[in-house]
């Protein structure tokens, strides 16, 4: 049996940073990290393109919590504590400064993760932290005052463990066995399948700010849209993903969305096409691009409108106009499945958050339990705020287990 004061499970983001800041505050106790795979910090890597998506340039608590679908409540508190601002300076006294790019997403300025994954790599290391690969958990079981943690490459005896295996099915079984209630996972940052004339062949297309919502629910949102080979991307349609993510799961994926491409109302609209019509009379509608929609789809749109591209604004009847002003402030679309956003796996679900004290991120039912990061059923929009849940959660639970 190999004894450690405290045993960090999940070699990634969320794990390190509890590691290093644990073995930091508290230099007698001897930390490691287990991990099932033959590298650590792979997610680390892929994350934001490559770049690392660091955190987010929202500094007010308030503000940050309404980009968690879940864990708006419980992350209050902990915000207060430990926020965007914390987790720059951390960076920046261990040699990555960030950067804030024009959509608030912040990077290390080198613009590679691997800077991230060195400095922790670096960090483990100056703090004696032990990194062990493919130590893969089998059973975790409590004996009076400690945990015994079987792995496939031995025994463990450890005072304290923090769970950072982020979505891990098996890893919620172990939890379940020790009392734990576990919320469903469902995919939650996702794009939408969508096959439809007015957007093929116009992959690569983005409208900046769209409104959309899913028919027949409260479930909206708005900014940029981007057109794939496969249907819809971008900021507007990760959001309702991951706000949506039960709803969405409950329909199979199935369902129909309205889009507003340019946020106006149908009145509106309506109203300065009848003036168009007036002052651009002898042009043709194919050509005379309005409303800044991008060319391609305004396109696509007027053909969908019953008209053609020789037709004149001055030709224009009552039907094309109504169904020109519809199609451009309420598009229907169905979607018909989702693809996974990139390499970013995100999951709603996890230990349920009233089984949990958020000062401390400790197991209310299991003394000495902690947990960091996706492990619970906590997720958020994309841009950075995953990973600052990760370090929140991740430098609380070490304050309270480096005490």
Known sequence: MIEKDVLVIGGGAAGFFAAINVAEQNPKLKVAILERGKEVLTKVKVSGGGRCNVTHSEFIPQELVLNYPRGEKEL???FHQFMTGDTIDWFEKRGVPLKIEADGRMFPTTDSSQTIIDCFLKEANKHKVEVLINHSVKSIQKKADSF??????????????????????KIWKLLEDLGHSISNPVPSLFTFNIKDERIQ?????????????????????????????????????LKLSAFGALELAKRNYKFDIKINFINKSFEDVLDVLKELKQTLAKKTVYKSTQFDVPKRLWQNLILASKMNQETRWADLNKEQLDMLA????????????????????????GV??????????ESKLIPNLYFAGEVLNIDAVTGGFNFQHAWTSAYLAAQNISR
């Open 76 to 78: 209050l508190g902990p």
């Open 148 to 169: 015994e943690i079987e792995t496939t490459e031995g025994i463990f005896s450890s005072k304290k463990v923090l769970i950072a295996t982020g979505s891990n099915p």
């Open 201 to 237: 062949d116009i992959p690569g297309v983005v409208v900046n700010n769209v409104l959309v919502n899913v028919v027949d629910s409260h479930l909206e949102s708005s900014g940029p849209l981007l057109i794939t080979h496969w249907g819809m991307s971008a900021p507007a349609i």
């Open 326 to 349: 519809s199609q451009l402030t309420q598009a229907i679309f169905t979607v018909e499945g989702k693809s996974t956003f990139k390499e970013e796996f995100v999951t709603a679900g």
């Open 352 to 361: 349920e958050l009233k089984e949990v004290n958020f000062k401390t991120f």
